[in-house]
């Protein structure tokens, strides 16, 4: 099985800032990549895709970048609905492995 | 629009079966691969079990391998997780999810509102 290792477990920020989140694959994943956000009680909701690829209706403030086993995943300029835990995972093969989630806390 | 809307959770003594049912809507559901995943209390996301369009194909994780059963009915366009031999590491949110292909080598969204499945004595 894949091993998704995500870094880190939480931050905090401020609105405005930039934040950047990593997760790192334990194999080559040829940016099978997805990344989602959850906020309390609600379902997960899709980001991006093939690593880099926004969503339809996802903010473009959101980027994702990377290849091979390292991935990132970028918020600029944080808005007070984008405080959130975020999770990526690979869907290369199955199962499909998550991270454990990065929890982004407003400072 | 996308509506998946999952049911069929509730508390199950050790050792019980329960049976989750995901209905679809808003595309065709026959040309699609969906998806389980599932969330502890206070914990992160697992992935669980997957299904390709047709129904042909399954996949699981080593956690449910040979307890869990997912099956779809592509005439009432409606996934379903069979759940046996269920024990108190089962309990969590369960979410259903759909593909963005008939394969299910690709990526999932939007996923369900979710059931909640509790299993104690």
């Known amino acids: 099985d894949i091993q998704m290792t995500q870094s880190p477990s939480s931050l905090s920020a401020s609105v405005g800032d930039s934040v950047t989140i990593t997760c790192r694959a334990s194999?080559?994943?040829?940016?099978?990549l997805a990344w989602y956000q959850q906020k309390p009680g609600k379902a997960p909701n899709l980001l991006l895709y093939?690593?880099?690829r926004l969503e339809s209706g996802v903010p473009s403030r959101f980027s994702g970048s990377g290849s091979g086993t390292y991935y990132t995943l970028t918020i600029s300029s944080l808005q007070p609905e984008d405080f959130a835990t975020y999770y990526c995972?690979?869907?290369?093969?199955?199962?499909?492995?998550f991270g454990a989630g990065t929890k982004v806390e407003i400072k | 629009e996308v509506q998946l809307l999952d049911s069929g959770g509730g508390l199950v003594q050790p050792g019980g079966s329960l049976r989750l049912s995901c209905a679809a809507s808003g595309f065709t559901f026959t040309n699609y691969a969906m998806s389980w995943v599932r969330q502890a209390p206070g914990k992160g996301l697992e992935w669980v079990s997957g299904?390709?369009?047709?129904?042909?194909?399954?996949y699981y994780a080593d956690s449910v391998k040979g307890r869990f059963t997912i099956s779809r009915d592509n005439s009432e366009n409606t996934l379903f997780l069979q759940m046996n031999s269920l024990t108190a590491e089962d309990t969590a949110l369960y979410y259903c999810?759909?593909?963005?292909?008939?394969?299910?080598?690709?990526?999932?969204?939007?996923w369900g509102q979710g059931t909640l499945v509790t299993v104690s004595s």
């Open positions: 999810g759909k593909g963005s292909y008939y394969e299910i080598n690709a990526w999932f969204g939007p």
């Open positions: 995972q690979q869907y290369y093969s199955t199962p499909h492995t």
């Open positions: 093939a690593a880099s």
């Open positions: 299904i390709s369009g047709s129904g042909g194909s399954t």
């Open positions: 194999q080559g994943i040829s940016n099978s």
